[in-house]
């Protein structure tokens, strides 16, 4: 029986890929986002929308990502991330799924190991804070109203057609057009999970209703610099010092159930080739 689904935040890099992905194993896909077109998208704001009840599956992806904008701006941050939340968990009932796109920024710290799942939480930003609530909103509504669930918290996505103002992206952008790059923040480390592997574990099958980390593996930004440099035919940087900090997960939970990732070479090898030099 095909599923009836809807995806929100469908313009954004992973909702745009997801409602590709689905629509190609023939899915009833209806997509929702302030802009887009087509006879299954509805151009509204999550808080527009009253319908979500008539869905079997939901993706919720719309949300104020930047965390920066959502220090500026908390009001705008909390309508869309917590308040458009609210407004979808309300309307759900027995026998629908909700799969939320949550972020490790809902983590207190970085302890001395990875990031796991049951890690305490204690969100130090804005942004952390709307995407915890989001999840704390999700579990309460489910348990009264019966409603199934899948969290993922998802470290550092990238890959090809990525806007700026993520970290692949824009280290492209410098490396391309500069002769001479510097590398701020050189020894942090991030565990980044290409685009596929994202798509890949929001459609597994065989995946329980859980919450889960989406990463790969642990690298220091100035390896990420590197690697991308060596693909650009670029090798002058410069490591500017700053203090150490880490935001790193594990994913031995997921990897019961997804056991191929694809390297950090490779997905970077593949957003590259892809991007267009002339807009990063």
């Known amino acids: 029986m095909t599923k009836k689904t809807l995806i929100t935040g469908a313009n954004g890099f992973i909702g745009m890929h997801l409602s590709q992905a689905l629509r190609k194993k023939e899915e009833e896909v209806y997509t929702l986002s302030r802009g887009g077109k087509g006879s299954k998208h509805f151009p509204l704001d999550i808080l527009d929308f009253d319908s979500y009840g008539e869905y079997d599956l939901i993706y919720h992806l719309a949300a104020t990502t930047n965390p920066r904008e959502c220090e500026d701006n908390p009001n705008v941050a909390w309508s869309t991330n917590v308040d458009g939340t609210r407004h979808i968990v309300s309307q759900l009932s027995k026998g629908q799924h909700i799969v939320y796109a949550s972020t490790p920024h809902v983590y207190s710290s970085q302890r001395n190991g990875d990031l796991l799942e049951d890690t305490p939480l204690g969100p130090p930003s804005v942004y952390g804070l709307t995407k915890m609530v989001g999840e704390e909103l999700i579990r309460v509504f489910s348990r009264r109203q019966e409603f199934s669930y899948t969290t993922f918290r998802i470290f550092n996505a990238y890959g090809p057609g990525q806007k700026q103002g993520q970290i692949v992206p824009d280290v492209i952008g410098k490396i391309a057009r500069q002769d001479r790059t510097s590398i701020i923040g050189a ?6 999970v290409y685009l596929e592997d ?5 459609t597994n099958p065989l995946l329980p209703p859980d919450t889960y980390n989406i990463c790969g593996e642990e690298v220091s930004i100035e390896r990420i610099y590197h690697i991308i440099g060596t693909l650009l035919g670029k090798s002058d940087f410069i490591s500017e010092p700053s203090e150490k900090k880490r935001m ?6 997921i990897s019961k159930y997804k056991k191929n990732w694809t390297s950090l070479e490779e997905g970077l090898y593949q957003t590259v080739a892809a991007s267009d030099f002339k807009k990063v």
């Open 187 to 192: 020894g942090n480390s991030i565990s980044p």
């Open 198 to 202: 994202v798509i890949d574990a929001f």
């Open 248 to 253: 790193c997960g594990s994913r031995d939970k």
